[in-house]
């Protein structure tokens, strides 16, 4: 009988022991989740290197602070954040302050930037010389032919001595007719932006933006120089301004200005890209 009551009271006590167990681990996740530890995130992204810099860098930090990144790809600049401002997606990542700013104002939408990461600009880019000191005379140069990427192609080229822009005019509307010295007479092709990559085979040297010379596979390393971006033309990371001190926010925010996104960045394949002022 005592041999019985022994059993009948370790039994009791296993159980009270495991339910006290499953109701502290069920106390524990249900906290965890509403930390939003665990939690799916949509990010919208264009194409270009920065879905993937989601992915492999990103996310895996985030991950630490409880949010799993994911990303949505849009074929163009105008539903990222239009897909944003009606929270079908959670964040994006593809665009610079500057765009963000006259967007959202033109838009009216309400959207805020809570952190900058790491962009590839344009890149002068060529299979002929290995250097900008063997510019031949006459060479011909593959240029953008759109407004914005155009003014920044003049600037890179004004940047490494090879050509002078008008002192008069505004050089982010900057034209070929805008060019006051041409030392090396350069010979212009004005391409679309998308053709750039192409048409390196058949130039002298072509100015590619960031995004279509990572879709080209071109890598940034092997470019005759770099545009070195002006903050404004640094690529943010973005949410809808009412979630702007929201967990999701402050959890990128902590991972963007962290030593370890610096680190995983030198590790990686966006290691050559223009790092945020505030990395020097």
């Not at 925010?253 to 370890?260: G, H, I, M, N, R």
């Amino acid at each position: 009988m005592k041999l019985k009551k022994f059993v009948t009271g370790v039994i009791t006590l296993g159980a009270l022991v495991t339910l006290a167990s499953c109701s502290s681990g069920n106390e524990k996740n249900a906290q965890t989740a509403a930390d939003g530890a665990g939690k799916e995130v949509v990010v919208g992204v264009a194409p270009g290197p920065y879905g993937d810099m989601v992915t492999a860098v990103i996310s895996p930090l985030t991950e630490k602070e409880g949010y799993k990144l994911t990303t949505k790809l849009f074929n163009d600049y105008v539903q990222p954040n239009k897909a944003l401002a009606s929270k079908q997606i959670d964040a994006n990542l593809f665009q610079h302050t500057a765009y963000l700013e006259k967007f959202s104002a033109d838009n009216n939408l309400d959207l805020t930037a809570i952190g900058t990461v790491p962009t590839l600009g344009m890149g002068i880019y060529s299979k002929k010389i290995t250097r900008l000191a063997d510019v031949k005379d006459g060479a011909t140069v593959a240029i953008a032919n759109d407004a914005s990427n155009l003014a920044r192609t003049l600037q890179l080229l004004e940047a490494n001595n090879l050509v002078t822009i008008k002192t008069d005019i505004d050089e982010t509307k900057a034209t070929v007719d805008d060019i006051a010295q041409n030392p090396k007479n350069l010979e212009f092709k004005t391409l679309d932006a998308a053709q750039l990559a192409r048409a390196i085979d058949t130039v002298d040297l072509a100015l590619v933006p960031g995004n279509f010379a990572w879709a080209a596979k071109l890598d940034p390393a092997d470019a005759l120089a770099l545009e070195k971006l002006k903050e404004e033309y640094k690529n943010v990371f973005v949410v809808p301004t009412a979630d702007k001190e929201g967990k999701l926010a402050k959890a990128v925010e902590k991972v963007l200005t962290s030593q370890a996104f610096k680190d995983a960045i030198a590790k990686s394949d966006f290691k050559d890209f223009d790092k945020p002022a505030d990395w020097q």
